[in-house]
Protein backbone atom coordinates (compact mmCIF):
# COMPACT_ATOMS: atom_id res chain seq x y z
CA UNK A 1 0.00 0.00 0.00
CA UNK A 2 1.16 3.61 -0.99
CA UNK A 3 0.80 6.71 1.13
CA UNK A 4 0.06 9.79 -0.71
CA UNK A 5 3.34 11.35 -0.46
CA UNK A 6 4.78 7.85 -2.72
CA UNK A 7 1.78 8.20 -4.81
CA UNK A 8 3.06 11.97 -5.58
CA UNK A 9 6.45 11.69 -6.10
CA UNK A 10 9.04 13.78 -4.78
CA UNK A 11 7.83 16.38 -2.82
CA UNK A 12 10.01 20.10 -3.80
CA UNK A 13 10.83 22.20 -0.42
CA UNK A 14 9.15 25.41 -1.69
CA UNK A 15 12.20 27.53 -1.73
CA UNK A 16 13.15 29.82 -4.38
CA UNK A 17 16.46 30.79 -5.32
CA UNK A 18 17.96 33.84 -5.89
CA UNK A 19 18.46 33.43 -9.87
CA UNK A 20 14.99 32.28 -9.80
CA UNK A 21 14.31 36.11 -8.01
CA UNK A 22 16.25 37.59 -10.36
CA UNK A 23 14.73 36.26 -13.44
CA UNK A 24 11.37 37.03 -12.59
CA UNK A 25 12.66 40.44 -11.66
CA UNK A 26 14.24 41.12 -14.85
CA UNK A 27 11.07 39.86 -16.56
CA UNK A 28 9.29 41.83 -15.23
CA UNK A 29 10.99 45.35 -15.78
CA UNK A 30 10.82 43.72 -19.48
CA UNK A 31 7.46 44.04 -19.74
CA UNK A 32 7.40 47.39 -18.50
CA UNK A 33 10.07 48.17 -21.12
CA UNK A 34 13.22 50.62 -21.16
CA UNK A 35 11.89 52.97 -18.97
CA UNK A 36 11.57 50.93 -16.26
CA UNK A 37 15.00 50.08 -16.16
CA UNK A 38 16.09 53.21 -16.16
CA UNK A 39 13.82 54.19 -12.86
CA UNK A 40 15.06 50.72 -11.38
CA UNK A 41 18.63 51.84 -12.03
CA UNK A 42 18.41 55.28 -10.78
CA UNK A 43 16.77 54.02 -7.53
CA UNK A 44 18.93 51.88 -6.80
CA UNK A 45 22.07 54.69 -7.00
CA UNK A 46 19.85 56.73 -4.39
CA UNK A 47 19.00 53.92 -2.16
CA UNK A 48 21.67 51.15 -2.28
CA UNK A 49 24.62 53.02 -5.07
CA UNK A 50 26.22 49.39 -5.82
CA UNK A 51 22.66 48.02 -6.79
CA UNK A 52 22.67 51.34 -9.57
CA UNK A 53 25.90 50.23 -10.26
CA UNK A 54 25.26 46.54 -11.20
CA UNK A 55 21.88 47.38 -12.71
CA UNK A 56 23.72 50.36 -15.19
CA UNK A 57 26.42 47.62 -16.07
CA UNK A 58 24.00 44.50 -16.68
CA UNK A 59 21.73 47.31 -19.10
CA UNK A 60 24.84 47.69 -21.14
CA UNK A 61 25.76 44.26 -21.25
CA UNK A 62 22.77 42.87 -22.26
CA UNK A 63 21.95 45.86 -24.75
CA UNK A 64 18.76 46.91 -22.94
CA UNK A 65 20.12 50.09 -22.76
CA UNK A 66 20.64 50.83 -26.10
CA UNK A 67 18.90 48.46 -28.50
CA UNK A 68 15.39 46.71 -27.62
CA UNK A 69 14.13 45.32 -24.04
CA UNK A 70 12.07 43.16 -25.42
CA UNK A 71 13.18 39.61 -25.32
CA UNK A 72 12.03 36.87 -27.12
CA UNK A 73 11.26 33.23 -25.41
CA UNK A 74 10.27 31.25 -28.58
CA UNK A 75 11.57 29.28 -31.15
CA UNK A 76 13.68 30.98 -34.04
CA UNK A 77 10.33 30.10 -36.33
CA UNK A 78 7.14 30.16 -34.70
CA UNK A 79 4.18 30.53 -36.09
CA UNK A 80 0.59 29.66 -34.30
CA UNK A 81 -0.98 26.80 -35.28
CA UNK A 82 -3.42 26.83 -38.22
CA UNK A 83 -6.34 24.63 -36.45
CA UNK A 84 -5.09 22.21 -39.54
CA UNK A 85 -2.98 19.31 -37.93
CA UNK A 86 -1.74 17.69 -40.67
CA UNK A 87 -0.70 21.54 -42.44
CA UNK A 88 0.82 22.46 -39.54
CA UNK A 89 3.08 18.97 -39.31
CA UNK A 90 3.77 19.56 -42.55
CA UNK A 91 5.45 22.99 -42.06
CA UNK A 92 7.17 21.77 -39.00
CA UNK A 93 9.14 19.16 -40.88
CA UNK A 94 10.09 21.75 -44.13
CA UNK A 95 11.12 24.37 -40.94
CA UNK A 96 13.67 22.03 -39.39
CA UNK A 97 14.67 20.38 -42.68
CA UNK A 98 15.53 24.38 -43.95
CA UNK A 99 17.05 24.73 -40.54
CA UNK A 100 19.15 21.60 -41.15
CA UNK A 101 20.04 22.78 -44.19
CA UNK A 102 20.93 26.13 -43.45
CA UNK A 103 23.24 24.55 -40.73
CA UNK A 104 24.79 22.16 -42.80
CA UNK A 105 25.88 25.20 -45.62
CA UNK A 106 27.43 27.31 -42.94
CA UNK A 107 29.79 24.29 -41.92
CA UNK A 108 30.77 23.58 -45.64
CA UNK A 109 31.18 27.37 -46.18
CA UNK A 110 33.66 27.35 -42.73
CA UNK A 111 35.28 24.27 -44.31
CA UNK A 112 35.52 26.36 -47.82
CA UNK A 113 37.34 29.16 -45.88
CA UNK A 114 39.27 27.16 -44.03
CA UNK A 115 40.52 25.16 -47.13
CA UNK A 116 40.86 28.46 -48.86
CA UNK A 117 43.04 29.90 -45.88
CA UNK A 118 44.90 26.97 -46.08
CA UNK A 119 46.08 27.19 -49.83
CA UNK A 120 46.95 30.25 -49.19
CA UNK A 121 49.48 29.36 -46.28
CA UNK A 122 51.03 27.13 -48.24
CA UNK A 123 51.54 29.00 -51.47
CA UNK A 124 53.42 32.10 -48.79
CA UNK A 125 55.61 28.91 -47.34
CA UNK A 126 56.43 28.27 -50.72
CA UNK A 127 57.51 31.42 -51.58
CA UNK A 128 58.75 32.23 -48.33
CA UNK A 129 61.17 28.70 -49.04
CA UNK A 130 62.20 30.17 -52.59
CA UNK A 131 63.54 33.38 -51.03
CA UNK A 132 65.66 32.09 -48.36
CA UNK A 133 67.13 29.46 -50.76
CA UNK A 134 68.17 31.99 -53.65
CA UNK A 135 69.90 33.79 -50.62
CA UNK A 136 71.46 31.00 -49.30
CA UNK A 137 72.59 30.70 -52.56
CA UNK A 138 73.90 34.23 -53.04
Not at 46 to 65: D, E
Not at 114 to 136: I, L, N
Request: with cysteine; net charge positive; charged share 30%.
Amino acid sequence: MQTASQELGPVRSGKIGVGQILASGRDWLDERGKFAWIIAMILGFVFVWPVGLALLFYMIWSKRMFGCSKRSHSPRYYAPTTGNSAFDAYREQTLKRLEDEHREFVDFLAKLREAKDKAEFDQFMEKRGEKSETRDLA
